[in-house]
């Protein structure tokens, strides 16, 4: 049974702005992702949400959604601000079967949402470490990933999500850093259709990602610019000295490099931040 909860009244497919919970489940092609959907007129954050929920209350694969997210977070507790109604704030709830690799599955979920974007609208989407994505060199999508364990297993993992969709981002400084799919494509785009889309996309890496598919990986390392090229490093704030070739993530899902001594590195600091070279 599909579980749709509604903070109010005033959010449905009738109204022309809000999401629509219908229309998304007249376009949804999954059996486990999305079907349950928990949409709110209003929320804080929604992995802020669901870290209150208990977990046996929270259910593989549900979705909750929010039309209006006062108090987005990005990564290292930044601000993720974005206009009511017009973009996907929603978080994905994940109970993997092992926490081997979960460090990949940010990752997973980015290419989900770049493929997506592209079906739907022919735009290119980029991949930026650690949890960006970005159009024509400007940040359309934010990840955040949130676990629990109890000792070393995996209990459950958050997938937060803000996607700039039909934005105008009137503010200039905004602008000069994000874009949006309305203001990339020139049209509207169906918040919904997305959505469906990228619970799709997802189900479908993700049972490739339990199999260890080296092609997933491949995939996704497709989407940096920086490939096989060379990068600049910083880690904890700091550059690393000479440039480094990067090679893509590995199958735990960290950044390999080949260094100016044609050694590979891999660096699994939390803090690291690679870019292509000029």
Known sequence: MNLIRHQNEGMNQSSAEAFGPLFFYDELQTTVFGRNLWA??????TNSFLKKCPIETTPHGCVCLTDNQTAGRGQHQKVWISSPRKNLTFTIVIKPFDSDGIQLLPQVLALSVTDSIENMTGLIPELKWPNDILLNGKKICGVLSEGSFHGDKIDRTLLGMGI????????PKIKDIATSLRIESGK???REKLLAHICKQFEVNYELWKQKDLNLI????????GLGK???IEINGIARQGLSTFLGLDSDGYP???DENHSVVKIQHQNIRFKLYG
């Open 40 to 45: 709110f007129k209003t929320l804080e954050s």
């Open 188 to 190: 509207e785009v169906s």
């Open 256 to 258: 390999l490099f080949l």
């Open 218 to 225: 491949r995939r996704i390392n497709k989407k940096y610019p």
């Open 230 to 232: 060379p990068n600049t």
């Open 164 to 171: 700039n969709v039909n934005d105008s981002l009137e503010t």
